[in-house]
């Protein structure tokens, strides 16, 4: 059976508390750069360790099971049937937001509009020529709170990658890094938006490329910032894969005429995506 090396990263003795005993505790009590939440720990742990090419990593919070509702032996499982079929195993909550949306830019603009410039020209940076309007995401490669699993190949990547962006908002003077080291308001705090772009790095990784070969675990019973809607997120998320793996056109009518009827519920309930 392959080998799976699955951190929980701790930064206080309240969230080591929150941690399952199933992961390996990452030790970030010394938390010397909170402004870069878990990317630190997580740089940290890749620039000194020898990954072993044969072997899945993953990094996750100590808000994962509240997320996604998984414990570690679930995930075990999951990695262990997936194993050496694929590189990046995703346990993403938030199914609604890669369903809805076409892809994270536009997920990003109506969500977190602070956020939508900056995280665009990062994307442009580290895919050179990708066009972002016509990117089309779903839940086969949407990472979202960096919760994935992934063999030492693809980190190697995503820390080249994550790096561009680091040393754009260490330094550099510059409109973007200004951005990035700007906060913006998440659960009522404010984060430096850098926070949300590097966990946004996998995803347009993974998007519109068969460099790197994905599975991703049932997302639909996992935490989601709106409720309701199910029929129609699944609906839409299955439209996006067909259109992705058949590239006719007709899925993507069909998936932006059920798109609009729940874009309109919403506007007669007042319940949405957006909430």
């Not at 740089?43 to 509240?66: E, M, V």
């Not at 410039?117 to 580290?126: F, G, K, P, S």
């Not at 990472?143 to 063999?151: E, G, L, Q, R």
């Not at 080291?181 to 519109?208: C, T, Y």
């Amino acid at each position: 059976m392959p080998h799976s090396h699955i951190y929980q990263i701790y930064y206080s003795e309240e969230t080591r508390g929150l941690l399952d005993p199933g992961f390996i505790p990452l030790d970030n009590l010394r938390n010397e750069r909170p402004d870069w939440r878990e990317y630190w720990p997580i740089r940290n742990f890749l620039r000194s360790a020898t990954l072993l090419d044969d072997h899945y990593y993953g990094f996750f919070s100590p808000k994962f099971h509240l997320k996604t509702r998984l414990g570690a032996a679930a995930v075990h499982e999951f990695v262990q049937k997936c194993a050496n079929t694929v590189d990046v195993i995703l346990f993403s909550p938030f199914f609604e937001q890669s369903a809805y949306y076409i892809n994270s830019f536009e997920q990003v603009a109506n969500v977190q509009p602070g956020l939508d410039a900056a995280w665009r020209q990062c994307a442009i940076l580290i895919r050179p020529g990708l066009d972002t309007s016509r990117l089309v995401m779903s839940s086969l490669n949407a990472a979202f709170c960096n919760f994935f699993v992934a063999k030492a190949a693809f980190w190697r990547s995503w820390l080249q990658k994550c790096e561009m962006i680091f040393d754009i908002a260490e330094n550099q003077h510059s409109e973007l890094a200004d951005t990035l080291n700007a906060p913006i308001s998440h659960d009522g705090r404010p984060v430096p938006a850098k926070v949300f772009v590097i966990e946004r790095v996998a995803s347009v990784l993974l998007a519109g490329t068969r460099e790197w070969t994905v599975k991703a675990h049932n997302p639909i019973g996992m935490q989601r910032i709106v409720k309701g809607y199910d029929l129609q997120m699944t609906v839409l998320d299955a439209l996006k894969i067909a259109y992705t793996v058949q590239h006719f056109e007709e899925y993507m009518h069909i998936y932006s005429e059920l798109r609009q009827s729940v874009a309109e519920h919403h506007q007669k309930s007042g319940r949405g995506p957006r909430e």
